[in-house]
């Protein structure tokens, strides 16, 4: 991991942030580079939708305007990091838990920049153990349904979400159909969010400063 191409990955991605913009912003270390980045030009964006606390944390400290996704509609962009990526750009995300609201502002995002250093890249999804947010109570049913599908649940003790649930973290899946299993993994009561983001990749990826 390194960590001089996270911050090249974080200062790249705000080439691609036009003015007047309400920014999509992600959460983790190379993101962090990227908000320090983008307080160099917060006069020319209107503000972020944030998807942690942890971040919003940083962005108030910068002092760059937090909305609520609810007051803006759709994003032009929204810059966040990955645990994998894939040749497809298919990822797996929420190694910092922060997987559900990072879905859901990636979703109302018309182009997500994916920022990493080049130990994330991989050809099959899978290495990282993938991080599943639960309902507390859906824990052990959860974990059982991920047994009968030949994954190892491991709860990420002491964890508790921005949302006030839990995370589950699954070993030993080597993932061939990425969005066959998120579309299946989806249908189990007591999942909030699968980290994959298969059915909605990232549109460009940036290694350090080079677009994959
Ligand atoms: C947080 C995430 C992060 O994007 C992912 O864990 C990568 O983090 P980092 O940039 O610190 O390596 O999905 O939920």
């Known amino acids: 991991m390194s960590s001089e191409e996270k911050r090249l990955a974080g200062e790249a991605a705000v080439k691609y942030i036009e003015d007047g913009a309400i920014v999509g912003v992600g959460t983790g270390s190379t993101v962090a580079f990227f908000i320090d980045a983008l307080a160099g030009i917060k006069d020319r964006i209107q503000g972020v939708v944030s998807s942690s606390e942890q971040s919003t944390a940083q962005l108030k400290k910068h002092g ?21 990526c894939d040749p497809h750009k298919r990822l797996i995300k929420g190694g910092g838990a922060a997987l559900t609201r990072e879905k859901i502002v990636a979703q109302a995002a018309q182009k997500f920049i994916c920022i990493i250093d080049s130990s994330k890249r991989v050809d099959l999804l899978g290495k990282f153990p993938l991080p599943i947010e639960v309902i507390p109570m859906a824990r052990s049913l959860v974990g059982r349904e991920i047994v009968k599908r030949g994954g190892n649940p491991v709860w990420r003790d002491g964890v508790v ?33 699968v ?3 298969a059915r909605r990749p990232a549109d460009v990826v940036l290694i350090g400063d080079k677009l994959m």
Not at 66 to 81: I, K, P
Not at 174 to 193: F, W
């Open 64 to 84: 760059i305007p937090v909305f609520d996704l609810n007051a803006t509609g759709s994003l032009t962009v929204y810059v966040d990091g990955a645990d994998e």
């Open 161 to 193: 979400t921005d949302n006030g649930n839990w995370i589950i973290d699954v070993h030993g899946w080597q993932i061939a159909d990425p969005v066959g299993l998120e579309n299946d993994l989806n249908q189990i009561p007591g999942i909030v969010t």
């Open 195 to 197: 980290g994959l983001f």
